[in-house]
């Protein structure tokens, strides 16, 4: 069976209005697929994009852009997108770019994302999407362990871009810029390229992505997926999602993170479905919502933090008569949010799971709509064996007690998880031991089969949308002279899951001030991505810690949840939003 033939039986399934047959066909897909042997050489953008949708569907919309600051619209169809793939391509061809050479991506929510995407996965090179929020700092860190080949960014990051190159000591094969900057080539120029490109030969195994993520110890780690744990593993993605071909999909995320690659990318154009990208400089959300309306999005997929948001509007004002499929992802969503929305739609939010390392893994697909339990992220998707163990890998099996959410590898290896952290063999070694993949999260599965998020088994935070390593803050912080140790925890908040805290002890001759808080504010403002800028700070005397010295970040939080519990006033605690001359930097 060729990989062609799942895609075509996942559209298939998808249409299916009857749910216990979708479920029943979904199930029987993934058994075929589990065992189903990868092809040597596998290229998504010739064979699927192209070979399929382009193909049958070319005049079919692909893509719906709009800048909700200027109400500037752009669309293009599968055709029209293939072809601006393959213009990209042919540049950086023309600039001795080449299979298996990386290519930055530090670019907003822009068509030319779509562009450069499809042209990496047809040339074969490495995808390495970057956050446009990064400072020069975390740019430089990443130019320094993986090697840009090439550089797509908006103009506004092009200086930050060309002072980490420098003090990297990095020169790449090609510039492109959007817009205008002098040694960078105007995006503008790529237009001219022919509109043909002969599509690499690339290996099942070859990794194509390359994602920074947070771990609880050191720098970002670089997770590596392949030919096809992305492009064949989203198949579970998209059967949660429950997107048709034809199928108006939106989803609120920016590119530099893989839920954009998740939802924005691969989850629609995997079906034949029309993806959507909304600009924006800051969230507007009745204008967010209204656009929703507008182009009569069928279905949309939105972290915690916006749900919160959308549904503190007057939703009776919206025409929702399109919605099918409402989504979410990022930790539990509260009833009172699901039964709002569900009123002014007539669909309930579906939560799902997954990570950076995967694809869809644990969630409620839509034969789940009107038999979810509020709070739960569903059952494990068919396409991985996912299972509870306790810290040794034993199998836990008794409902209620809380586990490590764990990939099982002997039965079939899931084709959705990650080939490795490139260049980092212990990381990938403590990761998958003993036939099981251990995700770093906790959860509990009830009587009736319903899992539940109990919440990570490490110290990164996941704070609305992001994951934050712990040290990476703190090796901001003990930069200031005024800082001499520094612990980061995550502490509970109703709105955004946790709020990245800071306990910091000074050193001689500094005293526990607001204008000593508000300076530490500033200083991490300034090399920190906003999502990792701490929210509190607390000066305190001492840490705790293990007898060989290393900090008890468990304790801090046992104790943060305690004291947020009994919402008392805490000595020596600063809070960001507190301070007004903080409002006009990083929010």
């Given at each position: 069976?060729?990989?062609?033939?799942?895609?075509?039986?996942?559209?298939?399934?998808?249409?299916?209005?009857?749910?216990?047959?979708?479920?029943?066909?979904?199930?029987?897909?993934?058994?075929?697929?589990?065992?189903?042997?990868?092809?040597?050489?596998?290229?998504?953008?010739?064979?699927?994009?192209?070979?399929?949708?382009?193909?049958?569907?070319?005049?079919?919309?692909?893509?719906?852009?709009?800048?909700?600051?200027?109400?500037?619209?752009?669309?293009?169809?599968?055709?029209?997108?293939?072809?601006?793939?393959?213009?990209?391509?042919?540049?950086?061809?023309?600039?001795?770019?080449?299979?298996?050479?990386?290519?930055?991506?530090?670019?907003?929510?822009?068509?030319?994302?779509?562009?450069?995407?499809?042209?990496?996965?047809?040339?074969?090179?490495?995808?390495?999407?970057?956050?446009?929020?990064?400072?020069?700092?975390?740019?430089?860190?990443?130019?320094?362990?993986?090697t840009?080949?090439?550089?797509?960014?908006?103009?506004?990051?092009?200086?930050?871009?060309?002072?980490?190159?420098?003090?990297?000591?990095?020169?790449?094969?090609?510039?492109i810029?959007?817009?205008?900057?002098?040694?960078?080539?105007?995006?503008?120029?790529?237009?001219?390229?022919?509109?043909?490109?002969?599509?690499?030969?690339?290996?099942?195994?070859?990794?194509?992505?390359?994602?920074?993520?947070?771990?609880?110890?050191?720098?970002?780690?670089?997770?590596?997926?392949?030919?096809?744990?992305?492009?064949?593993?989203?198949?579970?993605?998209?059967?949660?999602?429950?997107?048709?071909?034809?199928?108006?999909?939106?989803?609120?995320?920016?590119?530099?993170w893989?839920?954009?690659?998740?939802?924005?990318?691969f989850?629609?154009?995997?079906?034949?479905?029309?993806?959507?990208?909304?600009?924006?400089?800051?969230?507007?959300?009745?204008?967010?919502?209204?656009?929703?309306?507008k182009?009569?999005?069928?279905?949309?997929?939105?972290?915690?933090t916006?749900?919160?948001?959308?549904?503190?509007?007057?939703?009776?004002?919206?025409?929702?008569?399109?919605?099918?499929?409402?989504?979410?992802?990022?930790?539990?969503?509260?009833?009172?949010?699901?039964?709002?929305?569900?009123?002014?739609?007539?669909?309930e939010?579906?939560?799902?799971?997954?990570?950076?390392?995967?694809?869809?893994?644990?969630?409620?697909?839509?034969?789940?709509?009107?038999?979810?339990?509020?709070?739960s992220?569903?059952?494990?998707?068919?396409?991985?064996?996912?299972?509870?163990?306790?810290?040794?890998?034993?199998?836990?099996?008794?409902?209620?007690?809380?586990?490590?959410?764990?990939?099982?590898?002997?039965?079939?290896?899931?084709?959705?998880?990650?080939?490795?952290?490139?260049?980092?063999?212990?990381?990938?070694?403590a990761?998958?031991?003993?036939?099981?993949?251990?995700?770093?999260?906790?959860?509990?599965?009830?009587?009736?089969?319903?899992?539940?998020?109990?919440?990570?088994?490490?110290?990164?935070?996941?704070?609305?949308?992001?994951?934050?390593?712990?040290?990476?803050?703190?090796?901001?912080?003990v930069?200031?002279?005024?800082?001499m140790?520094?612990?980061?925890?995550?502490?509970?908040?109703?709105?955004?899951?946790?709020?990245?805290?800071?306990?910091?002890?000074?050193?001689?001759?500094?005293?526990?001030?607001?204008?000593?808080?508000?300076?530490?504010?500033?200083?991490?403002i300034?090399?920190?991505?906003?999502?990792?800028?701490?929210?509190?700070?607390?000066?305190v005397?001492?840490?705790?810690?293990?007898?060989?010295?290393?900090?008890?970040?468990?304790?801090?939080?046992?104790?943060?949840?305690?004291?947020?519990?009994?919402?008392?006033?805490?000595?020596?605690?600063?809070?960001?939003?507190?301070?007004?001359?903080?409002?006009?930097?990083?929010?």
């Open positions: 069976m060729s990989l062609e033939s799942f895609y075509r039986e996942a559209m298939e399934v998808n249409t299916m209005k009857d749910m216990a047959k979708r479920e029943a066909a979904a199930k029987a897909l993934f058994e075929k697929l589990n065992k189903a042997e990868m092809p040597a050489n596998f290229n998504w953008a010739a064979e699927i994009f192209e070979g399929v949708h382009v193909k049958e569907r070319g005049d079919q919309m692909a893509l719906i852009w709009t800048d909700l600051d200027t109400d500037a619209e752009r669309k293009f169809t599968y055709k029209e997108l293939a072809e601006n793939g393959n213009k990209f391509l042919n540049f950086v061809r023309k600039n001795d770019v080449q299979k298996g050479d990386n290519l930055y991506m530090l670019t907003p929510i822009v068509p030319e994302t779509w562009f450069a995407s499809l042209a990496a996965l047809k040339g074969g090179m490495v995808a390495v999407p970057t956050a446009t929020t990064m400072t020069e700092r975390e740019i430089q860190f990443r130019f320094e362990t993986y840009p080949d090439v550089i797509v960014a908006f103009e506004g990051l092009t200086d930050l871009v060309d002072d980490a190159l420098k003090t990297a000591n990095c020169t790449p094969k090609a510039k810029v959007l817009g205008q900057k002098a040694g960078w080539t105007s995006y503008t120029d790529i237009d001219s390229e022919s509109p043909e490109a002969e599509a690499a030969v690339v290996g099942s195994e070859d990794v194509l992505f390359c994602f920074f993520t947070s771990g609880t110890t050191g720098l970002p780690k670089r997770v590596g997926h392949s030919a096809t744990s992305y492009p064949v593993g989203h198949l579970s993605t998209a059967i949660v999602q429950g997107l048709e071909p034809g199928d108006v999909h939106h989803n609120l995320s920016a590119p530099g893989a839920k954009w690659a998740w939802s924005s990318f989850a629609p154009f995997n079906l034949g479905a029309t993806a959507t990208g909304f600009n924006f400089t800051a969230l507007d959300v009745k204008k967010y919502i209204a656009t929703i309306a182009y009569k999005v069928n279905s949309f997929c939105a972290p915690p916006a749900w919160r948001a959308f549904v503190g509007l007057d939703l009776t004002q919206f025409d929702f008569t399109a919605m099918k499929y409402s989504l979410s992802a990022g930790e539990p969503l509260n009833p009172e949010v699901i039964e709002q929305w569900k009123k002014a739609t007539n669909t939010i579906r939560d799902f799971y997954g990570q950076t390392e995967s694809t869809c893994m644990i969630g409620n697909p839509p034969w789940m709509e009107g038999k979810m339990r509020f709070g992220f569903g059952y494990p998707s068919y396409m991985y064996d996912a299972i509870l163990t306790d810290d040794e890998g034993n199998e836990i099996t008794t409902p209620d007690e809380p586990g490590h959410i764990t990939i099982r590898l002997s039965r079939w290896r899931a084709l959705g998880l990650f080939q490795e952290y490139i260049d980092d063999d212990a990381k990938t070694e990761a998958f031991q003993n036939n099981l993949y251990f995700t770093g999260d906790k959860a509990s599965f009830d009587a009736d089969g319903y899992w539940w998020f109990v919440g990570r088994s490490d110290d990164v935070i996941k704070s609305s949308d992001y994951r934050v390593g712990p040290f990476e803050v703190e090796s901001a912080l930069e200031h002279p005024a800082v140790e520094a612990a980061v925890v995550g502490s509970p908040d109703p709105k955004r899951y946790q709020l990245v805290k800071a306990f910091v002890i000074l050193g001689q001759g500094y005293s526990p001030s607001k204008e000593l808080a508000l300076e530490l504010f500033k200083h991490t300034n090399v920190l991505a906003k999502f990792k800028i701490p929210r509190i700070i607390e000066f005397d001492e840490l705790p810690k293990t007898i060989s010295g290393k900090i008890r970040r468990i304790e801090l939080r046992e104790d943060e949840e305690k004291k947020k519990k009994e919402e008392g006033a805490v000595a020596h605690e600063y809070f960001y939003h507190q301070f007004p001359e903080l409002s006009s930097k990083k929010k």
